[in-house]
């Protein structure tokens, strides 16, 4: 039992590695020389052997099959048929050996037609392939019933498992051989011909890796396309395995015809793409909302070429779609080079220096081959003109010996016996007909032997020099590259593509990002909120849990880093397009603790800050400001680099909160301004540089003892920007920064240009007039914003209500104002957060007439009852209200707006201050240099 177990497994083993040889050197694996699999080999020779030239008319392919069928491959039509086919394919071989009629398939991958419709005939680069076959030399072998001889290999005397590739699947092996093209690699050859040497073994040739990449750059492909990177090329080179990245051409154009829409013009696609499964590749992933941007996909593909049109929405990034084209289909891909080829029987990974090494050495036996059968065949010719001479010598003693032999056969004899001939000398002499016993014929055959001579003579010196067999190879490849030569048609972009960042996928957005006070987070479009007038309404911006009100507010980029600042001093970095995005404006959004899983926020701790610092090397400092009035700063390089776990960014007080972050650079002023309404302005160059972990110093001296006061923010002062303040029943005012420099002293009182430069730790000077009476009700400062007139701001309100409107619609007032109405709330509802948009992006709406209204657009309707002009309107002749108020509100703009001075270019110091502050700057003195205790230490 144990014997028959032993032999079943041997015999299983034995038949499994038979069946896997046969399958590598019979069917699946190219041989080195000629870069043909035996199905390829015998399709072009049964086509030869039919007579089916370049230059003759097209046969059915149905006759090739049959006959290779019948001849040759003991298999079914089906692989047969399939080989021819493929052929044929222009867009499957960079130089295809079959020239086909007919439907033979298509970069679509559509079927090609039956056999029995399709014809063919070799191309005129199949005939070199086959060229000099019939000069013996290559060996043939029996086929299959030993009925039929077939060649081993083909003369080949193009490289074609480097110019046409190949590709096929054996047992436990593969091959895939890129196409290359012929004029690169004839050059390659020839550069290692010039290099040659003989040695023992058949000769070599000294030349680098280096060297022959100069000339093959990379594969060339028969559908162009664009190599990305020489990494992979050089590694396949080396190495005989390596990967190619390849590309489809596409361009961005302008659109065509009304529309005017961009489009991604693609016209190359990469080697063995399929082009109608890539768009609808496309297609199901504009469906899925995998790919944004995309409103219409067209194959405009015919006969001059290919051309598929990929137009975009008008609001599109193309670069971005274009990325995300690559990313997601099959207009990037890889093609992995893996040289398996047969040597000699045996499956071997061939480098680059390796194939050309075994195609020289294979021409080169070919050429001796050849050189060995032509001098035989003129030997042998020149033997039967030695005996035609000698009978033409003697020709009348050979005509008396022919005339009286009794035979041919006694003739043959005494011809041979008389004159010393051999048998085949002797019967060439019988068989001469009498007409080359003519003086003409008689000297053509004296000049064909001294010709014949000649050709001996110099055949065998071809056989006798090696370098003489190498210098016919060179000629044969020069004259291969003269005739069939082209122009290289992939691209090759030395650059590697390295590792597709996510935000090269990503389009360059600006969004409002949003944090509610029970710490959900989201990012919205901002084109989601529509501008409006101040005064108007606003829109739902949020739906919020009951309770549950929005605290921060940002506009920023898509690609922007956002640094998240929490109440206890910590800071947290995120991208912002890895925040959740939301399509609609109303959605709440996801708690921000869920993005900040490796620095959790502790139970007591929460986001107060968010900054967007998209670009860091325009500045130098970080600033901070607490709740209780401390600044700091301190070098944005220890910034540049946050922990996933976060940071801590300032030391804080018992009590004291983080209120506010700014960038800033070393010859800024910082502007803060509190709740009551009071704003410092002081130098940054006047705050010791501390580190991050370090306390600050007093920035503001809040007012009266008894009075609850608390910073709100602060910003850079900017001379050409104006302070806008907010406060939280909707009321605000933008008052010019101007250089805070002293610009005019009268009657003992000087006047500065904007808010005055004082010292830190002072009390500041009135930037809002708070009110709390019956005729207008302000509540406390809850935001600023530094802004020009074209710049826009985004209010939010504790029930999720947000208006966009720019400082157009605020004009400029004194600092000891209170104001306009700028966004008008419910009674149980007040404005929680500011924002601001970098630069207007497009013309208000214009205000219309009661017929027209303006309500859609957020606008304020006009009052029916009479409206009451403000100074400056009545100062500029403008008999119309400027801006009328319902009659409800008619109390909203009162007073404030008509005692306020025209524009405030020049204000006064002294008359703006506290009424405790009377003692002015003697008084401040004495405390600007006051520091919290820890500071000292």
């Known amino acids: 039992m144990v014997e028959r177990s032993v032999a079943l497994e041997r015999q299983m083993r034995e038949a499994y590695l038979d069946y896997a040889m046969s399958v590598i050197v019979s069917r699946a694996l190219p041989d080195v020389r000629d870069g043909l699999k035996p199905v390829q080999r015998r399709v072009l020779y049964a086509m ?76 005129s680069i199949a005939e070199e392939m086959l060229a000099d076959i019939d000069r013996q030399t290559v060996a043939f072998a029996e086929n299959f019933d030993d009925s039929e001889r077939e060649p081993v290999v083909l003369p080949a005397r193009i490289p074609n498992l480097l110019v046409n590739g190949t590709a096929g699947i054996a047992v436990g092996m593969a091959t895939n051989m890129p196409p290359h093209n012929l004029t690169e690699v004839c050059d390659a050859i020839l550069f290692a011909i010039n290099r040659w040497r003989e040695t023992p073994d058949g000769g070599e040739f000294d030349a680098t890796l280096d060297e022959l990449h100069q000339y093959i750059k990379g594969p060339d492909f028969p559908t162009q396309g664009i190599i990305r990177g020489t990494e992979g090329v050089r590694s396949a080179y080396a190495t005989g395995r390596g990967r190619v990245i390849i590309e489809a051409r596409a361009e961005i154009q302008d659109g065509e015809g009304r529309n005017q829409r961009p489009q991604i013009v693609v016209t190359e696609l990469p080697y063995q793409v399929n082009k109608a499964a890539l768009v609808e590749k496309m297609a199901d992933l504009v469906r899925s909302k995998r790919l944004d941007g995309i409103s219409e996909i067209r194959d405009e593909s015919d006969r001059d070429g290919l051309r598929v049109v990929i137009e975009l929405r008008r609001d599109a990034a193309a670069h971005i779609v274009l990325n995300n ?44 081959n050849r050189t060995r059968y032509e001098l035989r065949r003129a030997q042998d010719r020149a033997h039967v003109l030695e005996g035609l001479r000698v009978a033409l010598d003697n020709l009348d003693a050979v005509i008396e010996v022919i005339r009286n032999a009794e ?52 055949l065998e010196s071809v056989l006798a020099d090696p370098t003489r067999i190498t210098s016919v190879v060179r000629e044969e490849i020069e004259e291969l590259k003269e005739e069939h030569g082209d122009e290289r048609r992939t691209e090759i972009d030395e650059n590697e593509l390295g590792a597709v960042r996510r935000e090269d996928l990503i389009p360059h957005n600006e969004v409002v990002v949003t944090i509610s006070q029970r710490g959900y987070i989201k990012r919205v479009l901002a084109s989601a909120y529509r ?38 001093g910590r800071v947290t970095t995120l991208r912002c397009f890895d925040l959740p995005a939301e399509a609609s404006r109303t959605a709440r959004g996801i708690p921000v603790a869920n993005l900040f899983q490796g620095s959790a926020l502790a139970p007591n701790e929460r986001v107060t800050t968010v900054m967007a610092a998209s670009d860091l090397s325009e500045h130098d400092y970080l600033v901070f400001a607490t709740r209780n009035g401390e600044v700091k700063r301190t070098p944005l390089e220890r910034f540049v680099r946050i922990r996933s776990t976060g940071k801590k960014a300032m030391d804080l007080e018992d009590g004291d909160d983080l209120v506010s972050v700014i960038l800033a650079k070393e010859e800024d002023q910082v502007i803060l301004v509190t709740e009551q309404g009071l704003a410092i302005r002081f130098p940054i160059n006047v705050l010791r540089v501390a580190s991050a972990t370090s306390g600050g110093v007093r920035g503001i001296r809040f007012g009266k003892r008894g009075t609850v006061d608390n910073v709100v923010g602060a910003l850079v002062a900017d001379p050409e920007k104006y302070l806008f303040v907010i406060s939280a029943h909707g009321y605000g005012k933008s008052t010019r920064m101007g250089t805070g420099e002293v610009i005019a002293v009268e009657e003992g009182r000087s006047k500065t240009d904007g808010y005055a430069v004082r010292n830190r730790g002072g009390m500041g000077v009135a930037a809002f007039k708070v009110r709390h009476d019956r005729h207008k009700n302000t509540g406390l400062i809850i935001g600023i914003a530094a802004a020009t007139r074209d710049e826009e701001i985004m209010l939010i309100s504790r029930k999720g209500i947000v208006i966009r409107t720019t400082l157009r619609d605020v004009r400029p007032s004194g600092r000891d104002t209170s104001g306009v109405h700028v966004m008008r709330l419910e009674k149980d509802d007040e404005v929680v957060a500011i924002a601001q948009f970098p630069e207007a992006e497009e013309e208000l709406p ?25 100074s400056k309107s009545r100062r500029n002749g403008n008999t119309k209200a400027a801006e009328a108020e319902p009659a409800e509100d008619s109390d909203a703009e009162i007073d404030d707006d008509e005692l306020t001075e025209d524009i405030v270019e020049l204000t006064a110091e002294d008359d703006t201050l506290l009424e405790d502050d009377e003692d002015s700057d003697a008084e401040l003195l004495d405390e600007e240099d006051a520091e919290v205790e820890d500071d000292e230490e």
């Open 48 to 123: 030869y052997e039919q007579g089916m030239r370049s230059n003759t008319a097209y046969r059915k392919s149905a006759r090739v099959v049959g006959d290779v069928i019948a001849k040759y491959h003991p298999h079914g039509d089906s692989p047969v048929y399939d080989a021819l086919v493929r052929l044929a394919q222009p867009f499957s071989l960079r130089y295809p050996l079959v020239d086909g009629q007919g439907n033979f398939g298509s970069v679509d991958n559509d079927p090609p037609a039956a056999m029995r419709y399709t014809e063919a005939r070799l191309s």
């Open 325 to 368: 084209l690559y990313e997601h289909t099959a207009m990037r891909t890889s093609f992995s080079i893996n040289a398996l080829a047969l040597v000699d029987g045996e499956p071997q990974v061939l480098p680059l220096r390796q194939i050309i090494h075994h195609f020289i050495r294979f021409r080169r036996d070919v050429v001796i």
């Open 407 to 458: 035979s041919a056969d006694a003739a043959r004899i005494t011809l041979i016996e008389r004159y010393t001939l051999s048998q085949r000398q002797a019967q060439a002499i019988l068989d001469m007909q009498l007409r080359r016993l003519a003086a003409l014929e008689s000297q053509a055959i004296i000049d064909e032997l001294e010709q014949l001579r000649e050709r001996i003579a110099e």
């Open 531 to 568: 501008r409006q007038h101040r005064g108007g309404r606003g829109v739902t911006g949020i739906t919020t849990r009951e309770e549950d009100i929005v605290q921060h507010l940002l506009v920023c980029d898509t690609h922007d880093t956002l640094l998240f600042f929490t109440n206890r």
């Open 846 to 870: 214009q205000a219309e007439s009661k017929n027209g209204s303006a309500k859609k657009n957020g606008a304020r309707p006009a009052a029916k009852g009479k409206a009451k002009s403000s």
